[in-house]
């Protein structure tokens, strides 16, 4: 028997009533004797209670038989004497072995009660009802039976609800609310009187902790109540039995001779019954022999007397009768445990099977049915699934079947009613083949192989495809498709369980798993979608991808079911909301977002309007789901039972369920966390505060459970001992808390410094950490266990093994050490992450750790040997938690890109890793002819993409080419970048980073950059053969002031020459490489004519001294640093150290490959080299002695030495930033963060390196730890918005250098509009080409551009926040802009007048757009509205002719010419948005877009 969980604890199986917990509170209700009166009230308490009224509770609905008055009558006198008596306990508890007849006592209980008025309601756990299981009901059924049983009662439960909702209330308050409250001794509900609530069979309900939660608040309320209790059940726990106010009631200490006793009467009286019906009465049957024989065999269990004499009963006859009498007296038990009386009961079992097989074929099959069935099937549903083909004949010969067994088997009238066991005992005789004999056994496995096959066949027979396909609307709401569904309760039993059959059956040997392989294959090829719309008409999506889940990771399972599982559950998962309202679009919207090379794919996508065809995975990948969380993920942690992982932001918890990553709860702390911890069951959550304290939520209700308030920081928080306590730490103590009693066990204080950052499993041990130490400790006793080897300041995160044995820390270097607990030795280093490690965790079995970084990696290692085994990209920002499922096969990572991704990661899986490229999108833009996208990243480029195939072509770079060169200042202020012929001056203390200076003077493409060492003169060396000495003269300018005025292109020009301070000529060839002496009055330069020139800078013939020897272009040149001698590398593969004044080669070193790179250490005795063949070259010039340095993969482009001359540092092609020990010739750091070839390298002092790339990517780096400190990521002209002509001939781009850039698309020319002094954050053309208009998002000025003239006509200022779109209506007179807060405003251009319209309750994404002159089309994160221009309001008619598509709020995307055809695309993470006549296009917070395309001719 299957018993109905909780939702939260049995997720697997949720059913659709119980959707939420108590908020759909729909309980079972005893109707009684004494009805209320008031009509109105009766009607109100349902309304409050959402009362459903199921049958199946009450002791007048059960099946239950009166025990026999004459053999119970001691008993039930005690039992009735109790309850009459107002002085004794108010908790009756009688327990007993099972078969003692505990129910049948609490039954006639009932009934005496009853007749004696005093009865106030009862409960009874059917085994035939399994929503008797489910305890959630129990508090209101009580409840509302009791109101039912008293007018008082019911209006003071009316009193108790007013203002309050019973959905929202945990398991205390609702106690305290329908039961306590009312109920009250004060309030005396029954006029003075007390009733008794009967409460029978806890024991069979598994959710045990619910139930003794239950109990636990029965004894703690029992004096406030005008209530009293019997309870008869199995013993459930050792913690009631000094309970106050408990009268124990135990039927197992009962003398065995009053037992025997007993027993004896209730044989007579059962068989004296049947002898009357026989007319035997007095004629010497039953013997005394007879009976002497069945109380001797039946003694000390009812159940065993109880089942005679019902199989005696049964007969068809009176010979039978006789017949069976004599067999039960003359058959011996069956051979087992001397003395046991289970085996007298086994041996009676076996008679009534072998006389049931006399009269049926078919009781095995209906056995086996029944024994392994996970719900209670009716006797059509199991006719069903046996005889599928012999309708009622089947249903004829089940019920033959069950007749014959109907002394073993509770079969419930009504046709939809279940067939269960009368007692346990009976399926553990048929499932043990010793108990047995194997003569009557039954092997499980064998009938779940059957019933999975049977299941298989019965879906692929009634999973009626007509039924589904034949709606012709695929956008059929669920009710819709309930109507035309027909699920009967088979097929249903199919649907559900044959997933758990087919699991089951793979253990059975009987050479027929090839059959059964062949129907799951069978079933996946062509049933699966059919079968999932059947379950979401059931409400058990959950409960499908759960099962999938199971059958995909079962070792026996083929590889090819393993995968179409998995499939079909991730497609479940996708989709889980779209499905469970609109059924049908899993042929349709669900197929269109999952991987076009998915097998489930390739065989059920149709050929409909909707196709995404850029932007999807070519297959699954590792991440499972992308949960979005609005702010900065800080901590994720799993439920022990891995099947919910709780996430916190700054102000929020939310949990999920794993398999459908369906949101089951967000709770609001008052406070800022600390940390978190989720129950095995995730029904619970703890949590510690930064201010101190901790706080438990039930997470069902969401409501407070326990707070207890320190004023500490609570550091870490685990739930322990079966979920039972909570323990927490902060820097002053450790603290256990019972979550049951809601108090305070233990609070251990700490003689050591520190705070806790992870406990043990079993919370017997703790990590202490502080600045200095990493101490073990065991929190029982506050004893230090070890000291590890490591100071605190240097560990980022640890945690302990699930053992205690272990540890694993992760260091702001980016390494992973682990230690032994006992010895606190180190045990291994993991290398791999290239920044601090964040967060580590081990696996259930502590086999793996789990670590997740600032580089945005997550990485899987093995404890065992310490090796990488996977790693996990996807996250374009820090990593800030980690945390591995217990079962081994998840991960989920929280970070600072506002998600948490739950990842596979189950030992063998494909390594299928994503190429996308995470940089975030910044703008959008479509073709007139829609066939190619155009979009921009947090990058330079604009990247075009064929909306048809998703094939990108070759991107445009805008705003000059990449940076060629880059060199820092020696006071590390600023950076001077080349990009093509200009050189451009930025200062690191102003941001946004934009050029502070622009520089042009040189006719072809700079080569080479250098500071002078006063940084006040920078040096150029061009392809123009020209050498450029530049006075920067770097101003102040007042970022968020007016401009002063605009400036004549040709004065602008000649303030740029003045800034030129001379210009050397002298070189035949590119000059490569330019370098100044340390006193700034010289310089050096390398050139592709082969030759080294010395220039005085201080004389007017410039040029003193040229160097001939290389046979090769000069790409590097130094001097050292007292200007004495020049080091050049060559193309020619040589390094030569020549002397300044005379030109003389004193040193000269060939290697293998060009130089790129060389440096004079500081005291010049040194010099480093850096080779095109991945080589440093250390060369002493006294000893001659060369060191070679090995490790990067590409080009060395640039070296510096140290100043204490102890390490070198490169940078190379390969985008590294490599620190190098002399001594050792070892690399000693490598720190990972470029992108793109490293150009510049530059130590600042000793513990700080400056480097710089390609891309104009500058970064600090700390020499000790190899950390990242800052970063300036491509200079000045990333992209910010872009926009195309309506022609496509003209590509207009606002960059974050200030400027807007016109490309055109046929010729290439370039040009440039210049006066926003803040990134132009939104762009658009008007109608005609014409004109332009420009938004910054930062300096709050709108303005409008003549394309021809390339000149500003008008501006104006906006609001007070932040712009960030812009749109031009098609007759220029009206400019609409879109505020950061979702103000839109309208500027008229000849006028000048702003005036406010409308605010939209999303925030504005560009680009906006005006469909005509009255119309404007604004695109929000969530939806795309048309408003009109003139009311402000929306216009819902203009949206149902707009020739674009509309994403409405709820994630459809509208077709333009039928909004009736619509696609389901909900995406977390749109930084922006555009759409025209065929298709809409997202760019993504995590790099890439999604195109999805409507075509007009598909269905």
Known sequence: MECNHNEMNKLSERDDRYEKFIGKLKPVYTSLAIPVTNEAVKNELRKKLSVRIISGSAYSSTEIERCNVVAREPILKRVVDWAHDNTQEKVCWMTGMAGKGKSTIAYTLCERLKDDSILGASFFCSTTEDETHNMRNLIPTIAYALSENSQRMADALLRALEGKDVGDMNLRDTFTTLISSPASVSESPFRGQTRIVVLDGFDQVKDRERVEAILSLVFEHADRVALRFFISSRPLSDRFENAPQLKPFDLDKHPEEEVRGHIKLYVQQRLGELATRLRDQGKGWPTEQQVEAVVDRASPLFIYAATVCSYVGEAKNKDQIKRRLQAVVDKAPVKGSPGLATDKLYALYAQIIKAAGEESN?????????????????????????FPNDGEEGENR?????????????????????????????????????????????????????????????????????????????????????????????????????????????????????????????????????????????????????????????????????????????????????????????????????????????????????????????????????????????????????????????????????????????????????????????????????????????????????????????????????????????????????????????????????????????????????????????????????????????????????????????????KIRTFDVQSGNEESRLIGHVDAVTSVAFSGDDQRMVSGSRDGSVRIWSVSDGKEETKLVGHPKWVTSVAYSDDGLRVASGSWDRTVRIWSVEPGLEERQSSVDRRRVTALALSSDNQRVFYAKEDRRIHIRNVDDGKEEHPL???????????????????????????????????????????????????????????????????????????????????????????????????????????????????????????????????????????????????????????????????????????????????????????????????????????????????????NDHTIHVWDLEGDKVVVLEGHTDAVLCVAFSPDQQRVVSGSHDTTVRLWDLETGKEERRMIGHTDSVQFVKFQEDDTVFSASHNGSCRTWDVQTGKQETMVDGFGNRVESIALSSDDRLLAVGLKDRTIRILDMETGNERMMQGHTAPVGSIAFSDNNEKIVSMSTDDRTARIWNVEKMEEEKRSEIGPHRAYSAALSPDSTIVALGEWDGTIWFWNVETGAMAEKFESDQRIMSPMSFIDDTHLLVRSRDAIQIWNVETGEEDENVADTANVPILARDGWIYSPSAHSTRCWFPLDGISSMISNASCIVFGLYLGGIVVVKFRESRR
Not at 482 to 496: F, T
Not at 1118 to 1141: E, M
């Open 362 to 386: 078919d009781i095995n099959s209906v056995l086996g049915v029944i024994i392994v069935a996970r719900d209670h099937l009716s006797i059509q549903s199991i006719a069903s699934l046996l």
């Open 398 to 814: 089940i019920s033959a079947a069950l007749s014959a067994l109907r002394s073993v088997l509770s079969v419930s009238n009504g046709q939809n009613k279940g067939v269960g066991v009368i007692h346990t005992s009976f399926p553990d005789f048929l499932t043990d083949s010793a108990r047995s004999n194997e003569m009557y056994y039954l092997n499980p496995s064998e009938y779940h192989r059957k019933l999975a096959t049977n299941c298989l066949y019965m879906m692929e027979k009634m999973l009626n495809k007509d039924e589904i396909e034949g709606l012709e609307d695929p956008y059929s709401p669920m009710d819709k498709v309930k109507e035309r569904v027909n699920i009967s309760g088979a097929l249903e039993y199919s649907c559900v369980h044959w997933i758990s059959h087919v699991i089951e059956a793979y253990d059975v040997k009987l050479g027929s798993a090839k059959e059964l392989e062949e129907a799951v294959t069978s079933f996946f090829e062509v049933r699966v979608l059919r079968w999932l719309v059947y379950m979401s008409v059931l409400g058990k999506l959950s409960h499908a991808a759960a099962s999938l889940r199971k059958l995909e990771l079962h070792s026996q399972a083929s590889a090819s079911i393993r995968r179409a599982s998995m499939e079909a559950r991730r497609l479940t998962s996708q989709s889980h909301s779209l499905l469970e309202d609109y059924p049908l679009q899993i042929y349709y919207s669900a197929l269109v977002r999952i991987p076009k090379k998915s097998d489930i794919a390739k065989r059920f996508r149709r050929d409909w309007n909707w196709e995404v065809t850029s932007g999807l995975a070519g297959d699954w990948e590792r991440c499972e789901g992308v949960l979005g969380m609005g702010r900065w993920v800080d901590l994720v942690v799993f439920s022990n039972d891995s099947r919910m992982v709780a996430a916190y932001t700054r102000d929020k918890i939310r949990i999920w369920s794993v398999e459908d990553l369906k949101e089951l709860c967000v709770v609001s702390p008052p406070d800022d966390l600390s940390c978190i911890a989720l129950s095995s069951d995730g029904k619970i959550v703890a949590a510690g505060f930064k201010k101190g304290g901790i706080q438990i939520w039930d997470v069902e209700t969401k409501n407070e459970r326990v707070r207890d308030i320190s004023e500490e920081l609570i550091s870490c928080i685990a739930f322990i001992n079966k979920d039972q306590e909570v323990i927490y730490g902060s820097s002053k103590s450790i603290c256990r808390y019972s979550v049951k009693s809601d108090e305070q066990l233990t609070d251990i204080k700490l003689k050591l410094k520190g705070r806790p950052v992870s406990f043990s499993r079993d919370g017997k041990r703790a990590i202490l950490k502080d600045y200095m130490y990493i101490h073990i400790i065991n929190t029982e006793t506050d004893d230090k266990i070890s000291t590890l080897d490591i100071p605190g300041f240097e560990v980022q995160a640890a945690a302990i093994s699930r053992d205690g044995e272990k540890i694993v820390s992760g260091l702001n270097d980016g």
């Open 957 to 1171: 770079i805008v705003g000059g080419d990449h940076v060629n060169t880059v060199a820092i200042s020696n006071d590390g202020r600023h950076a001077a970048t080349a990009s093509g012929k200009q050189l451009q001056i930025y200062d690191f203390n102003y941001s946004p980073y934009v050029p502070r200076v622009n520089m042009n003077g040189h006719e072809d493409l700079i080569l080479s950059v250098a500071f002078s060492p006063d940084n006040k003169k920078v040096a150029t060396g061009s392809r123009d053969k020209t050498i450029r000495i530049w006075d920067p003269k770097i101003e102040e300018e007042d970022e968020g002031g007016e401009e002063k005025g605009d400036e004549e292109e040709e004065e602008k020009k000649e303030k740029e020459k003045k800034k030129e301070k001379r210009q050397l000529e002298g070189h035949e060839n590119s000059v490569w490489s330019v370098s100044f002496s340390a006193d700034g009055s010289k310089l050096v330069s390398g050139s592709s004519d082969h030759t080294i020139r010395i220039w005085d800078l201080e004389s007017e013939s410039p040029m003193i001294k040229t160097l001939r020897g290389h046979s090769g272009p000069v790409l590097c040149v130094a001097f050292s640093s007292d200007s004495q001698n020049v080091v050049s590398g060559s193309h020619d593969k040589t390094v030569r150290v020549c002397d300044v004044k005379t030109g003389e080669v004193k040193q000269q070193q060939a290697y293998g490959d060009s130089i790129w790179s060389v440096a004079f250490s500081p005291n010049n005795s040194k010099i480093v080299s850096g080779c």
